[in-house]
């Protein structure tokens, strides 16, 4: 629980932008960040959740099974703010 005091609004924004581009330039690029940006928000959540969440691939990243089990909360949740 005190990791989750942690979070902070954008680096909601960026992981759910990170599953759905599977990316980091491209994340980058729709959220108007820098790609160092967006690696250091990634660095912020796996060390918040305790996993890689995302893991290079064959063409950009893929999802780990912690990361694939926050996906939808995490959509529902976004949507419920706007």
Not at 5 to 12: E, I, Q, S, T
Not at 27 to 44: D, E, I, M, W, Y
Request: a positive charge; glycine letters at 2%.
């Amino acid at each position: 629980m005190n990791n989750l005091r942690r979070l902070d609004l954008n680096l909601l924004v960026t992981l759910d932008t990170l599953l759905s581009e599977q990316n980091v330039t491209r994340t980058a690029q729709r959220l108007n960040f820098s790609q160092p940006s967006v690696s250091v928000h990634l660095a912020k959540l796996r060390d918040i959740f305790d996993d890689p969440l995302l893991l290079p691939g064959p063409r950009g990243m893929r999802p780990t099974a912690r990361a694939e089990e926050l996906r939808q909360p995490l959509q529902d949740a976004l949507r419920a703010l706007e």
